[in-house]
């Protein structure tokens, strides 16, 4: 429930700043809403492709189709107010990547799986949204260099897991995974932490 | 079994035009068919992924990937007379982006689904091929800036949910549905209409 | 076991070389690590998702993840080392590739599916690793332009089907397909022999 409520303020965040970048390359409407879908719902579908989970999230419950969608649509009627929220959407998309972590991993673990496909999932589930958005709009997935984004999913992942391991009510468990997750989330961005840059050969 | 035709119509098409484009980034010849096939059947198998509707339609039949392959290579053979048909070629895209969007629309509706998850297939089938195409290609994907490309793919669809609603023969709906979608494309083409561009910071 | 053997051998070098050309882009270590994986593994989890062929490898053998992202890290350490193994690096590709091609055309013969497909098969499983390696990055997959690389694949997923029509002991013949794959790879690096290139219309 908890979950529930913090995976649809994290869709429509997503869909929100999805639409806002698609603005940027001045796609028509409905590769708005089609980058939007994919910032959104992408990362889940993915996971699910990849751990053989049907029915997909959004099959199962179309409705968040339509929550993306709108939220999407809302963002080209007012882009400048929705732009000008940035640092909400700094908080709201830090809940979303925590939470589609928990989520990820739940469902790694409630098959049984192992920590390293529990982490697996909860990054890809966190962090996929992304990557596809960014390589629908033709750029350079941004997620793998900043400042500890996809190191929060992998950290809430192995907080849920270990607190299941340890056999915390699952619920509570969340509830500290996501609050967690999210402080260092913050943490890492006030104070502009992150994971060391590997370059060998780089083009200047 | 009209379907079908416009079906091996259709991948033929894109195939073909798949195989032209390919040709303007230099691939060798196995990067062409490459394309091509991810141009005519990857909108397909990108669906069937997302539906869980195994196996999919050229693992079923396999003489699908003989057919583009033939049609890719003949573009090699002849890529300017191929490319003197241009207005033919926009012709049987069109027809082809219909059939897709109509066949995606039917399995989704076979399924059970409701109208939010048949034009979503509906849409993914008709134009997912053309993503995976300019992808592959290192291009931004174009069907998102074309004069009322995906838009044909959700009338189409939503054309033929609606008839079979009313409990069509369906068969006479895919029918319907193809050409009502076919029109609406090619008056698209001739008036250059589209659906409204969302620009927002965009960078010139 | 011979194949289990290469096959590690495999992921091993395609992660190692994936982190390089991470490297390259200025990734932080966790999309070295990404990248990494989607070089070594992700041309087999493309397989196993068009073929549904569940679960994935890395799934079922999450030690694949740990040894990838272990070889990836020892190369963020000492990239210059492993960058002066180039020429050792040629070959450990060209095992790699020969190797996928014969586990992805087995799977196919396995599900009980004709030569097209079983090639289709080998094929993927060789190449879209380092497609979605490509991709990732941001940069045009090199694949299909490279001097007779996927060629190499379907030959050697065709010796092996072949092989395997004839009645030969199934290890027998993925030895003799890897060896005789690997050594027309060979040669053809050596001799510079590459696929036709399709140009039409190209850019300069």
């Known amino acids: 429930m908890f979950l529930l409520v913090l995976y649809i303020i994290g ?3 997503e869909g929100m700043s999805g639409a806002l970048i698609a603005g940027r390359y001045k796609m028509d409407l409905i590769g ?3 980058i939007a879908l994919a910032a959104a719902i992408g990362g889940g579908s993915v996971r699910d492709i990849l751990f053989n989970h049907y029915p ?3 099959v199962a419950h179309p409705e968040y189709i339509i929550i993306v969608c709108a939220a999407a649509l809302l963002t080209t ?3 400048s107010v929705i732009a000008r929220l940035e640092k909400l959407f700094l908080v709201l998309d830090a809940l979303g990547l925590v939470t589609f972590a928990v989520i990820g991993a ?3 673990r409630a098959q049984g799986l192992g920590v390293v496909l529990v982490v697996t999932s909860g990054v890809i589930t966190a962090v996929f949204g992304g990557v596809l958005r960014d390589i629908f709009c033709g750029i350079v997935p941004l997620v ?3 400042e500890f984004y ?5 950290l809430t992942s192995l907080i849920y897991y270990g607190l ?3 056999e915390w009510d699952l619920e509570v468990a969340s509830i500290v995974a996501v609050v967690s997750g999210f402080i260092i989330r913050i943490l890492a961005i006030w104070y502009n932490f992150s994971v060391p840059v590997f370059s060998y050969g780089a083009k200047e």
Chains 1, 2, 3 share one sequence.
Request: proline share 4%; hydrophobic share 70%.
């Open 164 to 166: 299941s391991l340890l």
């Open 77 to 79: 009627l007012i882009p």
């Open 150 to 154: 996809a190191g929060v999913a992998i």
């Open 56 to 58: 997909l999230t959004w």
């Open 32 to 34: 708005v809403l089609f």
């Open 144 to 146: 793998f260099r900043k």
């Open 106 to 108: 739940e469902i790694a």
């Open 11 to 13: 869709i429509t965040a």
